[in-house]
């Protein structure tokens, strides 16, 4: 969804969406909405600047760091954002308005793109780091076998670092 900015009763409206999950996925090569994002929020237009706040909620799937298995991962997200344009930001005026909770992006004056701002805020919201469990045991180098749900028999190759150096040398 885009918001027309020249659309916009004075100056100002009031936005809603329902996203489905394929409307978005993927959102990056780890993450994927894994039901429909909500989205509601409000725009107003101050001189060049355009503010867009509001509110999405999801639930997400992030792949796990060791054994890649998706985990489930619900999103509350509250966003305050802050447009400006090209021209502006180039003039200098982004020195003034760099407020600590704001974010401030460049467009190009006249749409909002409401997409980028859900994919955006559902990345934000999730963790960087994710485990599927704390002890996740994640998968063998050797065979692929996932540790959590099978032996392998495969043995630890854990080579001295000194021993692999005169390795690499025969
Ligand atoms: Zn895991
Ligand atoms: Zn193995």
């Known amino acids: 969804m885009r918001i027309e900015l020249e659309h ?10 329902i996203y489905q999950p394929e409307d978005l996925n993927p959102l990056d090569e780890r993450v994927l909405l894994s039901a429909p ?3 509601t929020g409000k725009v107003r237009l101050a001189g060049n600047e355009v503010f867009v706040n509001g509110h999405v909620d999801t639930r997400a799937q992030i792949e796990c760091d060791r054994c890649l298995q998706p985990v489930e991962s619900t999103v509350n997200a509250d966003f305050a954002l802050e447009y400006i344009t090209g021209s502006e ?32 805020q559902v990345l934000l919201a999730v963790p960087t780091r ?3 469990r704390e002890d996740c045991k994640g998968i063998c180098p050797e065979c692929g076998t996932d540790r959590n749900t099978g032996a392998c028999n495969c043995v630890d190759k854990e080579i001295d670092p000194r021993w692999a150096a005169l390795k690499n040398l025969s």
């Open 8 to 17: 916009l009763e004075g100056r100002k409206g009031d936005f809603a969406h």
């Open 130 to 132: 994710m485990l599927c």
């Open 89 to 120: 930001y180039e003039s200098g005026a982004v020195a003034e308005l760099t407020d600590a909770d704001m974010s401030v992006s460049v467009f190009d004056g006249n749409t909002i793109d409401v997409d980028e701002i859900v994919k955006e």
């Open 37 to 39: 994002a909500t989205v």
